[in-house]
């Protein structure tokens, strides 16, 4: 059966931003600036984004375009037992669409409820109490909650959708979610720089705490949000650049994604700082403080908060929860994306449509428990591992695997026969030399941390839940490595 293909150039441009600018540019992406002191954040940031994070994405487009596969059957090529890694990186990809949709979910509550604005008098209370309808401790998890429930429901009915012909309704559905956020962007932008007090938030965004650079703590949270950003790791980025034919442009194409995503990041620092400042200098509250409150709540907190005291507030809300959501939803199909080419280069008989409708219906039962009364303890802890050590880990095999055993200098000849902008001999030592050596390093850096302190202070059982996780995606790999060349080789016997 013929490799389904992206309709143009432009199309695969457009899919690839589209899964990195997500949710991570518009709160992650600023709040950890402001978190980790201004502007001197910028300096670790790019520099991951041009030592790590450009590579990373050069690799993954690399290879899914050379392998013509998605991530299983690509590390599969190198080696059959290695495919077992690939089961590893998608399952833990499903992990982070289960609870990215639930995010949405919530986006998507708050856009119905626009009209009426009933966080209009306490945000905080309206989140936690009305929306998430949260315990008070992990432990009282509860019943679903029947709002949340339903539109999570939705947001997989949109998501399946979006995946249900695989590239050719990708391709139609992102002409419009990747420009039609920015558009949205744009058009807060101009509502922050006509409130006063936009400069104080920007001058927090801007100006730089250097002493803030000797801790590795900043590192290790700018470099695994260049990972984030990009989506590379879960080998996403391998399965939409398998979509690509073989000889198409990998070098641009890589630096082009990278610097329209980390240029919006930029951009949406812009935004939200500014609005920031008008809410520190209309509220009396130092704008410091605001920022810190943020993570997840900066989005459902603080901006509903700050879009409710403007002028056209309902407007402008619904214009925002559109936006997150669009933003959010070519990043989350492109995560299911990525699992769809894993099943169906197992079985390529079977129909693509089958496919997305198992892989959604599964991610939809997977997110149950975050719309419970604990769900959002539970996401939080899922988002901390699944990032800090899944995430990192992928990566780092990756590397490996193609810097030591698949060949880094045959990739690159690769790279310079198709690509119009030549790869120098920097991106060998990046693959080989200095990715891993960081990657290790913020590993150890993660784990000393998380076993000297809990992460959180959620209760020892919880946080085993989170090690859990990781540990079922590794289980899953090395179960697949185990026993799948045997069953494979005993099914192509008996044929
Ligand atoms: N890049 C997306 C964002 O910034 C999220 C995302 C999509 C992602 N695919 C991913 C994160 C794979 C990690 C791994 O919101």
């Known amino acids: 059966m013929a490799r389904q293909r992206w309709a143009s150039r432009r199309v695969f441009l457009l899919a690839a931003v589209g899964s990195a600018v997500g949710l991570g540019n518009v709160w992650r992406f600023p709040y950890l600036v402001g978190k980790y002191g201004g502007g001197a954040f910028l300096v670790p940031y790019l520099l991951g984004l041009i030592l790590i994070g450009v590579p990373l994405l050069m690799l993954e487009f690399a290879l899914g375009q050379k392998m013509q596969r998605g991530v299983v059957a690509t590390f599969g090529q190198i080696q059959p037992r290695l495919a077992g890694f690939g089961v590893f990186a998608l399952s833990s990809a499903f992990l982070i669409v289960s609870y990215y949709a639930v995010v949405m979910a919530w986006s998507l509550v708050y856009l119905f409820n626009a009209p ?103 590192w290790s949270a ?190 690159r000849r690769f790279i310079n026969q198709v690509s119009d902008w030549r790869v120098g001999g920097w991106w060998i030592l990046s693959i080989k030399y200095f990715v891993p050596i960081v990657l290790l390093s913020l590993l150890l850096v993660q784990l000393r941390s998380d076993l000297s302190s809990q992460y959180g202070d959620y209760p020892i059982w919880s946080l085993r839940i989170g090690w859990l996780a990781v540990s079922s995606s590794l289980i899953w790999g090395l179960g697949y490595a185990i026993f799948f060349p045997a069953w494979r080789k005993k099914r192509g016997s008996s044929k």
């Not at 009305?130 to 939705?154: E, F, H, K, M």
């Not at 050719?168 to 007090?197: C, D, E, Q, Y």
Request: proline residues 5%.
């Open 222 to 411: 700018a470099f695994s949000q260049v990972f984030f950003t990009l989506s590379v790791g879960f080998g996403i980025m391998i399965a939409y650049g398998s979509y690509q034919e073989p000889d198409s442009d990998i070098a641009k194409n890589a630096w082009l994604t990278a610097l329209i995503n980390s240029g919006i990041s930029l951009f949406s620092g812009f935004v939200v700082f500014g609005i920031l400042g008008y809410m520190a200098e209309n509220q009396n509250q130092p704008i410091a403080e605001l920022a810190k409150a943020a993570g997840p709540g900066l989005a459902f907190v603080v901006f509903p908060e700050a879009l409710s005291l403007l002028p056209g507030a309902s407007i402008l809300s619904a214009l925002f929860f559109i936006m997150l959501l669009t933003l959010g939803i070519d990043s989350a199909f492109s995560l299911v994306e990525a699992i769809n080419a894993g099943f169906s280069d197992h079985r390529p008989g079977w129909p693509i449509e089958k496919i997305s409708l198992g892989v959604c219906c599964a991610g939809a039962i997977a997110g149950i428990i975050y719309t419970t009364r604990s769900g959002i303890y539970f996401l939080d802890i899922m988002d901390h591992f699944v990032t800090n050590y899944s995430l990192m880990l992928a990566g780092l095999v990756q590397v490996l695997l193609v810097g030591w055993l698949a060949g880094a200098e045959t990739m």
């Open 116 to 218: 009426w604005l009933p966080w209009r008098d306490d945000p905080e209370t309206y989140f936690v109490q009305d929306v998430l309808q949260r315990s008070d401790a992990i432990a009282n998890v509860g019943w679903p909650n029947g709002i949340l429930l339903a539109a999570l429901i939705a947001i997989w009915i949109l998501i399946y959708l979006c995946v249900w012909r695989g590239t050719t309704s990708v391709g139609n559905i992102v002409s419009w979610t990747v420009p039609l956020p920015l558009l949205l962007l744009g058009i807060l932008f101009v509502r922050a720089i006509t409130l006063p007090g936009f400069l104080t938030g920007w001058q927090l965004y801007l100006t730089p705490q250097w002493e803030i650079l000797f801790q590795p703590e900043v």
